[in-house]
């Protein structure tokens, strides 16, 4: 399953990459990955004028984007648009960060699970 994931650099920049997480056939049920231990989780809810400026992410923490659609922009200037059904890994959790802006103007539902 490919994800997002937003990290710091050596540099102090955040980026952004394309991840894999492997799945394996568990028969009649799927597949699935391996169990990735969080330590809560957290609903949230967007409007849509929603345009946080540059900042660091709280925690190593996915983000899984249920409806509405977001733009990521990373400190070293690249964009990735989060649309409905797509996660995002944030683990940038120093540096200079990133900005987070609504781009289609409506209401966004998002669950955050905080990891270790």
């Known amino acids: 399953m490919q994800i997002t994931r937003l990290y710091t650099g050596n540099d102090g920049e955040s ?3 394309e991840i894999n997480i492997p799945l394996s056939d ?3 049920i799927g597949r699935l990955s391996d169990k990735i231990y969080a330590t809560g989780i957290i ?3 967007t409007g849509g004028n929603y345009d946080y400026d540059f ?3 709280p925690q190593r923490q996915f983000i899984i984007n249920l409806d509405g659609e977001i733009e990521i922009e990373t400190s070293c200037g690249q964009k990735k648009i989060l649309k409905a ?3 995002l890994l944030a683990e940038d959790i ?3 960060g990133h900005r ?3 781009i289609d103007g409506k209401k966004r539902k998002s669950i ?3 990891l270790e």
Do not use: C, L, W
Request: aromatic share 12%; net charge neutral; glycine share 12%.
């Open 43 to 45: 609903f949230r809810e």
């Open 15 to 17: 980026y952004n990459e």
């Open 85 to 87: 059904g797509n996660i």
């Open 26 to 28: 568990a028969g009649d």
């Open 94 to 96: 120093t540096g200079r």
């Open 112 to 114: 955050f699970v905080t």
């Open 100 to 102: 987070t802006k609504s």
């Open 55 to 57: 900042h660091n992410a």
